[in-house]
């Protein structure tokens, strides 16, 4: 692995996929925070823009409680003169009962399940995975980690774009807003917390 970003308390690593074209990304920080609220923050869809980097809007299309799984899509915005991307992702939420390690998987349907939209790229294949591991005295590591095909014809600057900035303006992001009263504080009662 290559580490391509360190700075901001935020560590951003790329490094090749056999057989896929493009590197995939890990990324790293630590924050202070429940497991809850750091779920909580990923599974508010309707805010999601205001700091998932180049997201304009995610909207959730299935939620189940018991199996703890989702549909959602995304859009996200690409700098001119490439078109605005979209996909449509399917994530899970679970739990580690040893280490209390909370993981989000989740990974774009198959092309061809859902119709494409106008004024927007199809992204062919997205992987991506949130790890939230507890340090102890309310710190949490927080892994956010993943590979993502832009689709289309896209320069080598824009694939930049998505393996390093994107990871690393989302964490520094994250860090500013996860501290709000509204994640912190929003029972999510299947997310066990460890002791104090």
Same mark, same amino acid.
């Given at each position: ?138 710190? !949490?590591?927080?892994?956010? %980690?993943?590979?993502?095909? &832009?689709?289309?014809? +896209?320069? @080598?600057? *824009? ?17 500013? !807003?996860?501290?709000?009263? %509204?994640?912190?504080?929003? &029972?999510?009662?299947? +997310?066990? @917390?460890? *002791?104090?």
């Amino acid at each position: 692995m290559d580490l391509a970003i360190n700075k901001n308390d935020i560590k951003v690593w790329t490094f090749p996929i056999p057989d896929y074209p493009i590197k995939g990304f890990k990324a790293t920080t630590v924050v202070k925070s429940s497991l809850a609220g750091l779920t909580n923050l990923i599974l508010d869809t309707e805010h999601a823009p205001d700091w998932v980097f180049r997201t304009q809007r995610i909207e959730l299309l299935e939620k189940h409680e018991a199996e703890q799984t989702f549909l959602i899509r995304v859009e996200t915005s690409f700098p001119w003169p490439l078109k605005d991307r979209d996909m449509y992702v399917r994530g899970k939420v679970a739990q580690d009962p040893q280490t209390l390690t909370v993981h989000i998987d989740s990974e774009s349907t198959p092309l061809g399940e859902h119709p494409e939209r106008p004024n927007f790229v199809r992204m062919p294949d997205m992987q991506g995975q949130w790890a939230f591991r507890p340090l102890g005295g309310g710190m !949490v590591e927080v892994t956010m %980690s993943g590979r993502a095909h &832009p689709g289309g014809s +896209i320069p @080598e600057w *824009a694939v930049s774009l998505v393996i390093q900035e994107t990871p690393w303006q989302t964490l520094k992001a994250l860090r500013r !807003v996860v501290a709000r009263h %509204s994640y912190q504080y929003a &029972p999510l009662p299947q +997310i066990k @917390e460890p *002791a104090a």
